[in-house]
């Protein structure tokens, strides 16, 4: 089955967003959360780096299918020092784990692992919280854009 711009996945729109913002502030390095049509598309532009951190083994064998180079890492989701790669990225992008309440450890992540941060499904309830709580204050926006995608830019 390939993966299409369709439900839950990010729209045209979302994906014009994001290169745009690759392309504003010269993005090399990706730490993404939550395997999808993204991950695809990311890992198709010349010169970046992605890592993706993935909760569904089912699902990132489907991503992997479709794009067997992408570099998906199973993860729990529950807590941040999971992570084994704890360098800091030019960009993350949150669209992981499934369900904003499951969302807090991959923004928290997000927040202290790269410089901008894309928020997906940024005006629902427990994403606007863990944007509260994890960006607003340390992070300059959000900026919005595509269909329901804000971006963050840290504060200097």
């Known amino acids: 089955m390939t993966l299409t711009f369709a439900g839950g996945a990010i729209t045209e729109k979302d994906w014009e967003f994001l290169q745009e913002t690759l392309n504003r502030y010269k993005v090399r390095t990706i730490l993404e959360f939550g395997a999808g049509m993204s991950t695809v598309l990311l890992n198709a532009v010349p010169g970046l780096k992605v890592v993706t951190y ?3 083994q089912l699902w990132r064998q489907r991503v992997l299918k479709q794009s067997p180079k992408c570099n998906i890492r199973l993860w ?17 992008f ?9 969302r807090e450890i991959s923004t928290r992540a997000a927040a202290e692992y790269s410089n901008l941060v894309v928020i997906h499904d940024a005006g629902r309830e427990h994403e606007k919280r863990w944007q509260e709580l994890y960006l607003q204050g340390k992070f300059n926006g959000p900026e919005k854009g595509g269909t329901r995608c804000h971006l963050w830019l840290r504060q200097s």
């Open 76 to 92: 729990k989701g529950k807590n941040i020092r999971e992570l084994p790669d704890t360098e800091v990225y030019d960009l993350a």
């Open 94 to 102: 949150v669209d992981g784990p499934a369900g904003g309440i499951n």
């Open 54 to 56: 993935e909760t569904d």
